[in-house]
């Protein structure tokens, strides 16, 4: 008896379960063209709490900006709260929070890939008024991050580009990669690790090479490019790469830290990772001897082209004050503050003057070849569907280098789990 | 009907009613809770699962029934997450018996540093999955690891390869890292099974003139059943649902993409919501399958108490 | 319960703890046995020993891959000791572990009596009804646990992280004890009911004294359980104030957002398995206490 009356609390449980979540598709937030337009004025005279959410505030830049804005703005407390350990735990945090619609972070710190994405599903305030007020002072490159169907969804706080660094003493600066691979490929010392395990990171290093070739993923309208010659050129470019020891197997296991850690060694004569490696090569006995390049180019035909990293600031469709949002955007884009994000964070500001101030070289000593390599960056495919899109690219990559897949094949399964991806409902 | 069987049976039906109101009551707490917390997310997920969620559009949402399940049973990603899920849940459990039977015959002797070793054994239970997992990874690192200096310096196979880099050694990895981490768990539950043996019952099979071999083989195991039993089916729920060891280790890589990375990835990085929840619900029937066949063909405990319903 | 029953079943402990010589003494031991006890223990500490290595190893050291670190440094513990989120989380994570396993083991034990004693209906449905409790995808129910417990206010507290953890605990202590409660023989409770117990007394006096080996398993499965586990924890919980260990240790800064603080984390998984290893030296004496009175089984 009491078995039944159990067995039908878990039913009546599972029934009501089933009502609540058939009640809980209200009514949509605005769609991407009509959502709710960000005046810049607005920032005038703007008080109470900001909240602003992101990820992990590694180098303390996030709580710095906090307390620097908080000064210039007394009227204003503002509070930064981690939402993951990871980019991808961020993801899901902020998504979590905007899909319950939760007013608990007015802000979001976005990840590049992400505005498309945020965009389309009505989480983000449309800000192109308030970015084009601070544009001229900005990098192209990374303003173009923020834009997605003619507007602009987020202002851009940093951004992050791919660099080179080579043993002096062993190898000679990289002008192209075909030079770069023959040079690493003469002795098992010179190798050059790159980031190529199967994840998203292994997406960016084989898209800096894509770019640099000349080839597409996905074009503006959306139509499939990487169905190409430059395609097939890159992969077995990159597949004999690792078959005659120019990369070392082992970047298929590789992801920043783990390539960091393995040029830290000294065993090896190249590393293509991020710009915070410098400061972390420097407090090895490696210091002094090796040199940062820019991203080479592809068979000498263009200049290198690379992939954007970085965040962007995007005030949520359910912020309970974003008058103090925009007033956070309008102080972290002047110039001012940007060069603190490179003198005092190390990280590569989205504003250009900042490159050529003497203070900032004087930390950076790589910015001008930084600001190559960011101002030369495209943006990795812009769609509402990128991780679908990543993963089609990185699991077929991957493939090809490990050996388990040709270049055909491979170029075919990209494209047609891209138009897969396209295609979702 | 004699009257001293009718007044039996009633008495047997007040002190069998009485028994159920207790039962009742101990089993209460336990599912009532259970109900509260789990029947609504579970029941909302079911419900995701029948239905797609536009990526394109905001709030468009279309019922699909068991479309989504149908997708992903007619695809070959979810067979192939399936397989290698089944090989590696299949290698580790039973690698996992077998020590731990061993580690818990090895526990149950009395020796001195007995409690420091049972401490010891339990070391690799208690961190951290995910840790576990980094730690693996920088193990068999091939620049930074110890594990390939050291098969390279004693020319043991596996030499020179790249253990995450390939098919099959990216799997053993997986393999050791489980074992290694939950060896403990069956091994602690089949300790406490062996000491529920008595003493008399190894006496008796000595006096008549069993061998160490045959007390084991025809004595100890059949006693250990239930508890090997429990050990198993928990072990195989845990390994068929494995995620943190394969995203760590490999990211799916090198046939070593599990269900639960498959559900993971549909419905966190690619937000397919309905056929991320279906891909779950999918790995839930299986797991539910399999610890089904355990019960019933393994024995044990469990199964008796099942099979009460019937008499 | 009368004293002439309590008498017997001391009795009979005393006797099986008296009898209790060693299995195999140890003179008589094989020495296979003894090369698989040392293959155990190292194959069980090797990786152990890395994770402490790596501890002691800073900034460069960590990329040469050395067994013996050259130059190793306390500097990644004084560092975990000098965070306050960690400590924080130290406190929040066995505040949970310990009153998660306690209120586990009451109410296992309450179901494991009537499950594996009690006259009941529907015990398999019952069984299948929990066991599907804990089988069910964690990742599937993260998201809606999560708009649940913002509504109700139970987000990002203690409170509301021990509820869950309980409620996907209880499965495996149900199973557990429901087995080791079946292992008892059946006299023990018929002559406590000759002696007048009610089906209560006979749980609470006879059955589970003799079931401590039982528990003590089942309460350092639970705790360890509870302790590690990381999805529903980075879920229901946004600031340090709730955060457990996993958590906390999932999100110490490395120098850059990319950096994984290899050291730092070692050094606090090491530091994190302290309380763990104390626990199962208090619980594993119990395990072996002696158990039931008399031949048990065979």
């Known amino acids: 008896m009491r078995g039944r009356t159990v067995t039908g609390i878990v039913a009546a449980a599972g029934a009501i379960g089933l009502a609540l979540s058939g009640c809980g598709s209200s009514t949509p937030p605005s769609a991407g063209p009509s959502a709710p337009v960000v005046d810049p004025a607005s920032a005038k005279g703007a008080s109470g709490s900001l909240s602003i959410c992101g990820g992990r505030d590694s180098v303390g830049l996030y709580k710095g900006a906090v307390d620097a804005f908080m000064k210039a703005n007394p009227g204003i407390s503002a509070k930064y709260t981690v939402l993951g350990a990871t980019t991808d735990e961020s993801r899901t945090q902020a998504i979590q929070r905007l899909q319950a619609k939760s007013s608990e972070c007015d802000m979001y710190l976005t990840d590049v890939t992400w505005t498309p994405e945020f965009a389309s599903q009505g989480w983000l305030q449309d800000m192109t008024k308030v970015t084009d007020a601070v544009k001229d002072t900005l990098i192209p490159s990374t303003v173009a991050t923020t834009q997605y169907k003619g507007k602009s969804w987020a202002t851009p706080f940093y951004t992050n580009a791919g660099l080179i660094y080579y043993a ?113 090569l420097n407090a090895t006995p490696l210091k002094g001897t090796f040199g940062v390049a820019p991203l080479p180019s592809f068979d000498g035909n263009s200049n290198g082209s690379g992939v954007l990293g970085g965040w962007n600031l995007a005030i949520s469709a359910y912020a309970s004050n974003p008058a103090a ?21 190390s990280q ?24 190559i390599s960011v101002k030369g960056a495209k943006p990795r495919p812009v769609s509402p569907v990128y991780s679908q899109i990543s993963a089609a690219i990185n699991k077929n990559v991957y493939a090809v280098l490990s050996g388990t897949s040709n270049t055909e094949d491979a170029v075919k399964n990209m494209a047609d789990q891209i138009k897969t991806a396209q295609a979702s409902f | 009907m004699t009257v001293r069987s ?90 996992e018996m077998v020590l731990g039977t061993g580690m818990a015959m090895l526990l149950n002797l009395t020796f001195r540093g007995r409690a420091l070793l049972r401490t010891v054994v339990l070391v690799p239970y208690a961190i951290i999955t995910v ?74 099979a000595e006096l008549d003139g069993a061998s160490r071999w045959k007390t084991f083989a025809h004595v100890t195991l059949p006693l250990l059943r ?77 199964r008796d108490i099942a099979r009460e319903d019937r008499s | 319960m009368s004293t002439l029953t309590a008498e017997r079943a001391s009795t009979h402990g005393a006797e099986s703890l008296g009898t209790r010589k060693s299995r195999r003494s140890t003179t008589s031991l094989h020495p296979l046995v003894w090369v698989f006890a040392v293959v155990v223990m190292g194959f069980s500490l090797l990786p152990f020993y890395w994770l402490v290595s790596t501890s002691l190893k800073k900034g460069a050291s960590l990329g040469q891959g050395e067994l013996f670190p050259s130059q190793p440094t306390l500097d990644n513990y004084l560092s975990v000791f000098g965070n306050s989120d960690f400590l924080l989380a130290m406190r929040n994570s066995v505040i949970i572990a310990v009153v998660t396993t306690i209120i586990a083991l009451v ?96 749980f609470s006096r006879v059955i589970l004294p003799l079931a401590i080996p039982g528990l003590a398993t089942t309460a350092i499965l639970v705790f360890i359980s509870v302790w590690n586990e990381f999805l529903l924890a980075v879920t229901l919980t946004s600031s340090p104030a709730a955060r457990p260990v996993p958590v906390a240790i999932a999100f110490f800064n490395g120098m850059s957002e990319f950096d994984v603080p290899l050291g730092r984390i070692s050094a606090a998984s090491v530091i994190v398995t302290i309380p763990l290893i104390i626990l199962v030296l208090i619980c594993q004496k119990r395990i072996v206490a002696g158990m039931t009175a008399g031949a048990v089984k065979g």
């Open chain 2, 226 to 302: 239930p508890a090997i039993v429990l050990a198993a089916i928990f072990r195989t729920l845990d390994a068929l649902r494995i995620f943190d060891l394969p995203f760590v280790l490999t990211h799916g890589a090198n046939g070593t993409q599990s269900m639960s990375m498959l559900a993971y990835t549909q419905l966190n990085e690619n937000r397919l919501v309905g056929q991320g929840s279906a891909l779950s619900i999918l790995t839930f029937i299986t797991v539910m399958v399999v610890s089904a066949v355990y019960i019933r063909f393994g024995g044990g405990n469990i």
């Open chain 1, 325 to 345: 949002a925009v007033a956070f955007v309008n102080f972290e884009s002047t110039p001012e503050w940007q060069k603190h994000v490179a003198m005092d964070y």
């Open chain 2, 6 to 95: 009718l007044v039996t049976e009633r008495h047997g039906n007040t002190r069998d009613r009485a028994e159920r109101r207790l039962a009742g009551f101990m089993t209460a707490p336990s599912l009532i809770l259970m109900a509260l917390v789990a029947a609504v997310p579970i029941g909302y997920a079911i419900w995701l699962s029948l239905n797609q969620y536009s990526l394109l559009q905001v709030g468009l949402s279309r019922f699909v029934g068991l479309g989504n399940y149908v997708d992903a049973l007619a695809g070959p990603d979810w067979w192939r997450a399936f397989g290698q899920t089944f090989l590696f849940a299949g290698t580790s459990v039973a690698l």
């Open chain 3, 107 to 202: 109410f296992a034990a309450f179901a494991a009596y009537a499950l594996a004693r009690l006259k009941m209906r529907r015990k398999a449905l019952i069984l299948t009804l929990i066991l599907s409790v804990t089988t069910f995808p964690a990742i599937a129910i993260a998201a809606p646990l999560f708009a649940i417990w913002r509504e109700i206010g139970l987000y990002d507290t203690l409170v509301g992280l021990i509820i869950p953890k309980l409620t996907f605990a209880l499965p495996l202590a149900i199973y557990t004890l429901t087995s080791f409660f079946r292992d008892i023989p059946r006299e023990l409770e018929e002559s406590a009911y000759v002696d007048g117990a009610t089906p209560f007394q006979a």
């Open chain 1, 168 to 280: 002096k003493d062993k190898v000679a600066k990289p002008e192209t990669w075909q030079q770069l691979y023959a040079e690493a490929a003469k002795s098992p010392d010179n190798g050059l690790v790159y980031q190529g395990k199967q994840y998203e990171g292994l997406t960016v290093n084989f898209l800096e090479l894509l770019y640099s070739a000349g080839g597409n993923v996905i074009d503006d309208q959306g139509n499939i490019k990487i169905d190409s010659p430059e395609t097939r050129k890159v992969l077995d470019f990159m597949a004999q790469g690792i078959k005659n020891g120019s990369a070392d197997r082992a970047v298929l296991t590789y992801e920043e830290n783990a390539s960091r850690l393995a040029y830290e060694s000294g065993k090896f004569g190249y590393e293509r990772n991020w710009p915070n490696v410098y400061g972390q």
């Open chain 2, 131 to 204: 840790v576990s997992a980094i730690t693996w990874q920088t193990m068999f690192d091939p620049t930074t690891g110890f594990v390939p200096q050291i098969l390279a310096a004693l020319h043991l196979p596996g030499a020179g390869v790249v253990w995450l880099g390939e098919q099959g050694y990216a799997m053993a990895v997986i393999v050791m890292a489980d074992v290694w981490k939950t060896t403990p768990f069956a091994a602690l539950i089949i300790l406490a099974g062996l000491q529920s043996i008595s003493q008399e019952t190894y006496e008796a």
């Open chain 1, 348 to 371: 590569a500001p989205a504003g250009e003057a900042a490159y050529s101030d003497p203070g900032v070289l004087d930390k950076m000593p790589f910015a001008k070849e930084l600001l």
